[in-house]
Every structure is written in structure tokens, then in C-alpha cells.
């Protein structure tokens, strides 16, 4: 191979490198972009001041981004010491000293320096909204409302939950809320929340009024963002803890407030529906509201709807309110403290209260319901009139009643109203029916009652005391009653019922004239009297009456 020869081989591949080289630098430059998809470079915040300034100067605003892997980036003095005035709007950015994929932001910290004490300052910020931003990234990634800060309060964490949608997932949760007579003060006395799923998933969202108070009336909506996406039926319980004892730091400064009612929407792809709901309800120092949400199953009832009037003496409501217990076959039973949520129930008034069962059962199931009040006595202790309680039981395919009551005198002696419910059998009785009529002496009521025993062939007996309720029976008056039996029987095995009075006697003691007294089997298939009786005359010394069936 001549000289010539090699100069040649040698200038064809040095060009053939040198086009090589360049087209890898080419392709570098084409690359380098999709290798680097999905890297933020800044935040961008949106900042809403509402009623009260951030007035800068030495009180200003600092900002944390914490990555997942625990380093922080701090920004001090966003708004470079200015005043932030009221109800106007500033907008900042946050360079990222490094790239980072999205998935790698933790949370974004907003911390103000406020000193507090006298001439301290507050800031009402309206809202916030954070946007990341990159190659190939322009997405908000944290929204917030209204949060009060203070000396006490200078912080708000904001995590950035990213959660990917899935059909038929709820990603958050709407909550309506309605302020009654008594506000939630704000501030320090502020509301939690927490989420609970039926896969043990918890979600605690402190302060969702963010420090604002709720006055006298009004509504509002907040939102709070799952930390994973669940399918609606697996939201079992949604707890309210307002931090009502915190103003001040004076513990004995406490806050009550009256919640009208709530709603609790959840929302997702595919997926826009209520899941919960409950009425009034009073929090003082401590209170926690545990509302229970229960799955529907075909044949069950997973509520149950009480209807109450209120006769001529009110439930004073506060600390005077009626407990109620659920009792299921088996022995099972849910207690559901203070009904009526610390609210008066007014004279004449009705009230529709609703329990969300856990779990849900057949209304056959339910075998009895406990009503109890809260009094304490003395001078000045309440006294309630119920005039009826109508009992509903609700599920998929279910709507019925299940039971009934009518008048009864709660008051600290006579606090315990129970009622059984006992399922119809064919050719059984499950239900006494007594239709008692007054003669010419009044029975007075209250602690001068009638109680009625019933005897059945195998030996068992039934009680059922104070059948008049407490309530006066006036001469001339016709009163039917009924008595729901603890199982249900052959109206031939009832053989025995006594009407026994409580008259206590001596000066201004009761007498009672019966006119007349018929008692009757009741169930499905049966309608039969049992007993029957004229004339008869009540007193402290002969206070006993007993029909026995030949």
C-alpha cells in the first residue's frame, strides 16, 4: 500500500468519526429534554390576604418545601418585608436548588415570624395555591382556604398528596357545614376531623376552619383531599373534634358551639354522593361526635328514624338530654349518648332524629330500644314530657315501624324508658292491648302511676310499669294502651295480668275509679280479648287488682 494510500484510509475515518461524534451530540441535544421529563425547577404560590394585613416589616412570611427524603428547602421573607394589605392578591415564585421529580415534594410549610403579645401581629391569608412547574410540569399541586396565624398559630403545613384517580374512587371529601345560635370562635377554638376506612386507613385534618371563626348562621365548605383514593362504602366513620377548651392559653376560657347540621359529600372519578349527614348538635369542652356510616345490604336496615313530640314541659337540652341504646338479638347492643345533640326541645315541638346502625341487621333483629335521660334532680333539674316516640327502621328494600310509644314523664326518678320489640309469629300474640276507662276520681299521674304484671303458663311474668306514663288520666277519660310483649306467645299461655297503683298514701294521697278495663291479644292472625273487668276503686290500701282467665 503506497503513502498516498494511508493519507486517504486515514482522512476517511477520521471523518467518519468526527460525523459520529456530531451526530451523538445531536442526539444529546434531542435527548437531554425526555431524560430530564418530569423534573420540577419552581413553585409558584398565589397568596390571598382577607380582612387582616400581613404588615411586614419585621412580621413576614417564610416558606419550607420539604422533600420526601427529608431535606428542606427554606425561603425566607417572601414578601420582602412589605405589607400584604387587605383583600389583595400577591404571587411569588420558589426556584428548586435541584430538579426534582413531583412525586419527591412532600409538603410545603408557610410560617410567619410573628412575636405575639401586645401590638403583636395577625394575618388572615383568604387562601393559597401552589403550582409546580417544569419540563413537561404545569400542575397546582396544593390548594388551601382561610387560615388565621398568629403568635400562637404561625405555621401551616400543607402535604402534597398526589393521588391518581381510579373509576369509582372517592379522592376527597366535600363537608357542608351549618353554624346554629352559638359560633365557633376561631382562633385558638378550632374544629379536627378525622376520616376513618374500613382497611384501618385514618386521616386526621386539623383545624379545617383554619383558625376563622364560623358566626351565628352561616355556612361553609371545605374540602379535605384523601390521602388515598377508597371506595365510598369503605368510609365507616367521620369524627368532629373541635378544640373548644384553647383560648389564650387559659383552659378555663372554654368555647361552646352549636353545629345546625352537617353533610359529607365524596367525590372522584365517577363518583359525586352524600355518605353522611347529621343534625344539631352542641359541643362544649371535650365533646367529640362520632357520626358511624353504615354500608347497605338488601333485607337490612343499616338506620333508624325516630320521630319525638315534646309535650307541655320541655327537654332543657345542654347538660339534660336523652341517651338511647339499641338492643339486638344475641345480646348486641349500640348506645348512642345524647340524641338530641345538648338541643332544647321546646314545648309543642317534634323532632326527626336519625342512628346509623353498625353493622347493619334485619328490623327483626332489633328486640329493643332504651330511652334514657341525662337529669341530675334537685332544685332546678329538668322534667321532659314525651308526648310519642315513633321508631322506623331504613335500608335497601326496608321501610317500616317498628315501634311505637306514647306519653311518658321522664324526670330524675323515673329517667328509664324501655321498649321491647317483638317480632310477629302467625297465631301469636306479640302485643297486649289495654283500653281502661276512668270513672269518677281521677288517676293524678306522675308519681301516682298504674303498673300492670303479666303472667304467662310457663311461670315467666312481664312488668310493665307506669303504663299511664306519669301522665294524669281525668275523670270521664278512655285511655288505650299497649304493651309490647318480650316474646311472642299463644294468647292461651297469658293467664294472669294484675293492675297494681303506686299511691303513697296519707294526707293529699291518690284514689283512682276504674269504670272499666278490657285487655286483648294482638298479633298477626290474632285479635282476641283476654280479660275484661267493671267498676273498681283504687286506694293506698287497696291498690290491687287481678284478673286471672278461668
Known sequence: MNHNSQKGMFRSSLARAIRFGFLLLIAGCFSWPALAQGQVR????????????????????????????????????VNHGQSWPNQTTHAFDIGL?????????????????????????????????????GDGIDKVIVTHG?????????SLLL????????????????????TGDDDLRGNSNNLNVTIGARNGFSQLMENINGGRNWAN??????????????????IVEIDLNPNTWKT???????????????????????????????GFYRFKAFDTLRIVISG?????????????????????????????????????????????????????????KVITLEPAVKPSDIVGVRLQTTFTGGVGGDNWDMISMLLSAIGEGVHEIIAKHGYFRFTKSQSLLSIPLTAAERGKANK????????????????????????????????????????????????????????????????????????????????????????KAVGEGVNEVLFSHGPRRFTHDDGILTLRRQ
Open 432 to 519: 297486649l292491648e289495654l283500653t281502661i276507662k276512668t270513672g269518677g276520681d281521677d288517676l293524678r299521674g306522675d308519681n301516682d302511676d298504674l303498673n300492670i304484671t303479666v303472667f304467662f303458663r310457663d311461670g315467666g311474668r312481664q312488668i310493665a310499669r307506669n303504663i299511664n306514663s306519669g301522665k294524669s288520666w281525668a275523670n270521664g277519660s278512655t285511655h288505650i294502651e299497649t304493651i309490647t310483649l318480650n316474646r311472642a306467645v299463644d294468647p292461651a299461655n297469658i293467664v294472669e295480668i294484675d293492675l297494681e297503683t303506686t299511691f303513697s298514701g296519707g294526707t293529699g294521697g291518690d284514689n283512682w275509679d276504674m269504670d272499666s278495663i278490657t285487655v
Open 217 to 234: 348562621g352561616s355556612t361553609h365548605i371545605e374540602t379535605i383531599d384523601l390521602n388515598q383514593a377508597v371506595d365510598p362504602s369503605d
Open 248 to 278: 389564650g392559653g387559659q383552659d378555663q376560657d372554654f368555647d361552646n358551639w352549636n353545629m345546625e347540621s352537617i353533610s359529607v359529600r365524596a367525590i372522584g372519578e365517577g363518583v359525586d354522593k352524600i355518605i353522611a349527614r347529621h
Open 146 to 154: 382561610f387560615m388565621r396565624f398568629t403568635g400562637e398559630s404561625k
Open 97 to 133: 436548588q435541584l430538579p426534582v421529580p413531583l412525586s419527591e415534594i412532600a409538603s410545603i410549610t408557610l410560617q410567619t415570624t410573628f412575636t405575639g403579645g401586645g401590638g403583636g401581629d395577625n394575618w388572615n391569608m383568604g387562601s393559597v395555591s401552589v403550582r409546580a412547574i
Open 42 to 77: 419552581r413553585l409558584s404560590f398565589t397568596v390571598k390576604t382577607a380582612d387582616d394585613d400581613l404588615r411586614g416589616g419585621q412580621d413576614n412570611l417564610n416558606v419550607a418545601i420539604t422533600l420526601r427524603d427529608g431535606r428542606e428547602q427554606w425561603t425566607k421573607n
Open 296 to 352: 347497605q345490604e338488601p333485607g337490612k336496615a343499616n338506620k333508624l328514624e325516630f320521630i319525638f313530640q315534646t309535650g307541655g314541659d320541655d327537654l332543657r337540652g345542654d347538660g339534660d338530654n336523652l341517651d338511647v341504646t339499641i338492643n339486638f338479638r344475641g345480646g348486641g347492643a349500640q348506645a348512642v349518648p345524647n340524641i338530641n345533640g345538648g338541643e332544647a326541645w321546646r314545648n309543642g315541638s317534634t323532632h326527626t
Open 159 to 178: 402535604p402534597v398528596i398526589l393521588v391518581p384517580s381510579q373509576p369509582g374512587r372517592a379522592t376527597k371529601l366535600e363537608f357542608t357545614i351549618k
